[in-house]
């Protein structure tokens, strides 16, 4: 080892990784622990006085029906979104892994929506919804589209699945197409030899051995479709009358908009125990999954 | 592919479908796109009677209006800026931080490696109250330079963990003959060390471009005045009381768009790696 006194290990320290964990410390740390504590507080993050009021933001949140009504819309919104992105992005990932021409251009095409910031997407569609598509519903005369779909609580729900399913299909079909050029073609030839059908390679050989991609594809889409917030927001703002208002911006309307920041920052916490639940129990099977397949 | 010399005419087909059918699926992906594209050169009047048509010509009064409600030069400069200041430092001092924790391995390396880690979890939205907070109180938001030093407090676990894992596979030898010569610990880093790591760092340079780059809620939180906001952070200006100005909004879309669009042209192998890198590693 170079350092051979205190002295210059202590300088190494101070050099190499003190900024960096200062940094961390005062952005990440220091935020997360004041955060428990605001939970017990009533501030509204403006007065000076600041006053000690125990568990009753976590009463609160239990009592919030607004609350509530987000955290099962999400519920539902992460599991038919996290679905149907997996389900999109393995079978545009299958047919440009196949040697159709031009595939490489494709997947670059498809993966265009995650260059740019959610707020963007949400605009460009809202546009979409809200004056192409009753244009195109009109001109059709096919009801479906006649109305504007983020103005109908049911209807709106899922232009922001599609959104979702649109923006990070294209993600997750590249994590898919990465384990699905990691399968050695020879073992796919043998077995096609061997009189094995397309659909016996696929069951057989390409599924099990593509068990990977699909868990971090279904880490990450879980994660940020519960954390969902930029979208949500651009495309309608929760609308209409909060209808679709997923529980991100349930706590950010909380916070900084009703000036609960206690109450808000329980919330807070709970969706981020419930969501390292959820992804803890997903990374636990998907291992299991790993193992056998 | 497999069996190419017995390949029949139903395979053919087969391989016909399946590029029309992703041919047609990419042209649904791409159409919201080239919607916004063609009403961005379309006065209000026209859009709202037949969003599809195309543009009778290069209508370019709406880029002028969202050019300037944007305050582009501006809006740009300032992203410009935090994105590249926040990255470089992401860069420098996660890579150093890495290196520390690999190369002097103490029981309180170890820990803080994986306080590091195990911060990954948090999502931000658990940390933006308290956050608001506590740099509130100090009077520290509406500052660029805040919001770089949280970027690098953000973005440092992941670069710091993807830094790790490369800086392991490097054998120490090459360190040792660098010490032998008589060179400091820094300067091996720098002269030795951070050079090997050049793809580690693209990986890193293009997750974080993007991210922050694109990242809206944060600077949304910090940057209050219209002279440092970002260029997501100006869409906001198109929605009125009275309704939404729908062909500068499609114009400002097109300017914030663009630029991404073109670096992408020159840059989509290392972007797509560099983000399946992230993604399989994180």
């Known amino acids: 080892m170079y350092e051979k006194t205190l002295k210059d290990r202590v300088a190494t320290f101070l050099i190499f990784a003190a900024p960096t964990l200062f940094i961390f410390a005062t952005v990440m740390i220091a935020p997360l622990v004041f955060g428990i504590y605001l939970t017990m507080t009533d ?22 029906a607004e609350f509530w009504q987000s955290f099962f819309l999400t519920l539902r919104y992460v599991l038919v979104s996290v679905v149907l992105i997996n389900i999109v992005a393995f079978l545009i990932a299958y047919a440009l892994t196949s040697g159709i021409r031009g595939q490489n251009a494709m997947r670059a095409g498809f993966f265009t929506p995650n260059l740019l910031g959610g707020v963007i997407l949400g605009y460009l569609w809202s546009f979409v919804f809200s004056k192409v598509l009753p244009f195109v519903g009109a001109g059709l005369n096919w009801s479906l589209f006649k109305s504007n779909w983020l103005t109908d609580p049911d209807k709106a729900f899922w232009a922001l699945v599609i959104v979702t399913v ?98 808000g920052q329980a919330e807070a916490l709970f969706l981020f125990i419930m969501i390292a639940a959820v992804t803890g129990v997903q990374l636990y099977f998907s291992k299991k999954l790993e193992v056998e397949g | 592919m497999a069996g190419t010399n017995r390949m029949s005419g139903q395979n053919k087909v087969l391989v016909a479908a399946k590029t029309l059918t992703m041919l047609v699926l990419l042209v649904l992906y791409i159409v919201p796109f080239v919607m916004v594209l063609i009403n961005s050169f379309k006065p209000n009047k026209v859009i709202l009677s037949n969003p599809l048509s195309l543009p009778d010509g290069l209508f370019m009064d709406n880029f002028m209006k969202a050019f300037e409600k944007m305050n582009y030069l501006t809006s740009a400069a300032n992203s410009l800026v935090i994105t590249l200041a926040a990255v470089f430092f992401i860069v420098i001092a996660a890579s150093m931080t890495a290196y520390y924790f690999v190369r002097l391995p103490y029981k309180s390396s170890n820990v803080l490696f994986g306080a590091m880690v195990a911060s990954m979890l948090v999502p931000f939205q658990v940390l933006m109250i308290p956050l608001v907070s506590i740099y509130g109180k100090f009077n520290l938001l509406n500052n660029k330079y805040v919001l770089v030093y949280m970027y690098i407090g953000f973005g440092a676990s992941l670069a710091v963990f993807i830094y790790h894992g490369f800086l392991k596979s490097i054998p120490l030898s090459i360190e040792e003959a660098a010490f032998i010569d008589g060179a400091t610990r820094l300067q091996t880093f720098f002269h030795v060390v951070l050079p090997l790591m050049k793809t580690t760092t693209v990986t890193i340079i293009i997750l974080d471009v993007l991210w922050i780059w694109n990242d809206y809620l944060l600077p949304s939180l910090v940057l209050r005045t219209a002279v440092n906001r970002t260029l997501p952070l100006t869409t906001v200006y198109f929605y009125g009381t009275y309704g939404v100005d729908f062909g500068p909004l499609m114009a400002a879309l097109m300017l914030i768009i663009i630029p991404v669009i073109i670096l992408y042209g020159f840059m989509q192998k290392s972007i797509i790696e560099g983000v399946v890198a992230g993604a399989v590693k994180s």
């Open chain 1, 43 to 64: 501030w509204d993050g403006l007065s000076n006085n600041l006053n000690f009021v125990g568990i009753q933001n976590y009463l609160g949140v239990f009592q919030d």
């Open chain 1, 166 to 263: 649109w923006q990070y299909s294209g993600y997750m079909m590249i994590i898919y197409v990465a384990g699905m050029s990691n399968i050695p073609t020879d073992l796919l030839e043998a077995a096609s030899i061997d009189g094995c059908h397309a659909w016996h390679r696929t069951r057989y050989i390409v599924l099990p051995l593509i068990v990977p991609s699909f868990v971090v594809s279904t880490f990450l889409s879980l994660q940020r479709c519960f954390m969902i917030y930029d979208v949500n927001f651009a495309l309608n703002k929760g609308g209409p009358y909060n209808s679709t208002r997923m529980v991100a911006m349930h706590v950010y309307q909380k916070a900084f908009l009703s000036q609960k920041l206690g109450e």
